[in-house]
């Protein structure tokens, strides 16, 4: 098991353009969580799958944002109209439960220009 | 709503030595977990230590370990022998507990600089 991937790991853009990311969770691991981090800032939650369905969506998700886990495996975040306050580090995180320690991805770092 | 606050921005530790890493929390609930994850510049978070807010003892991780006042709302990182590894961003997290939450409130970090 090689842990949680994400790919890309660097994206820059143009304002305006649409971008998506994508993750892949740990084995077997049910939970998968989005956050964002921009610089110097802990992370903030953005939304978390259960399986394929998504249980929660915070206020920082924006109609520009979408988040799937379409077969309950790997999930994508995907952001419209991207805008200059959306640059920041995108981190996915996996859980075998909803009790169980969190395990992170390196992050897909997003500049937009 | 939950928030955690970590006050020192910023701290320095010779190696070998200890420091401690300060860390608040603020919540009404009874039950939950404390976190503290490690963040290497570039590379990815990982977990250091995790406390469950149930247990009284203070949990301990090798040369980490926690000193958790529960009643002062208080969770934080003691480094001993202290290594030019350590080095890094560490930030103080809580998690409710029960299956339909998950998600971790993070503070601000404290980034930790270690001297030769």
């Known amino acids: 098991d090689t842990g949680v991937s994400q790919d890309p790991r660097h994206k820059i853009t143009k304002r305006g353009q649409n971008v998506t990311f994508r993750c892949d969770p740990i084995s077997e691991h049910n939970r998968l969580y989005w956050y964002r981090q921009t610089l110097g800032q802990g992370p903030e939650f953005l939304t978390y799958?259960?399986?394929?369905?998504?249980?929660?969506k915070s206020r920082l998700l924006s109609d520009r944002f979408s988040a799937e886990r379409p077969k309950g495996s790997f999930s994508t975040l995907e952001i419209q109209r991207t805008e200059q306050g959306d640059s920041a580090m995108y981190l996915c995180a996996s859980s075998l439960t909803p009790r169980e320690t969190q395990y992170f991805g390196p992050g897909t770092r997003l500049l937009v220009l | 709503a939950q928030t955690v606050t970590q006050s020192q921005p910023e701290m320095s530790v010779q190696e070998a030595e200890t420091v401690t890493l300060s860390c608040t929390y603020d919540t009404s609930e009874s039950d939950y977990y404390l976190f503290w994850y490690k963040q290497p510049p570039s590379r990815q978070m990982i977990l250091v230590i995790r406390?469950?807010?149930?247990?009284?003892q203070n949990a301990t991780e090798n040369r980490f370990s926690v000193n958790f006042q529960k009643a002062a709302k208080s969770f934080s990182l003691k480094i001993s022998d202290s290594q030019l590894g350590d080095a890094a961003m560490y930030f103080c997290a809580y998690r409710s507990t029960g299956n339909q939450g998950g998600k971790l409130i993070f503070g601000q970090g404290t980034e930790l600089s270690v001297k030769p």
């Open positions: 406390q469950e807010a149930y247990k009284q």
């Open positions: 799958f259960q399986n394929e369905a998504q249980l929660e």
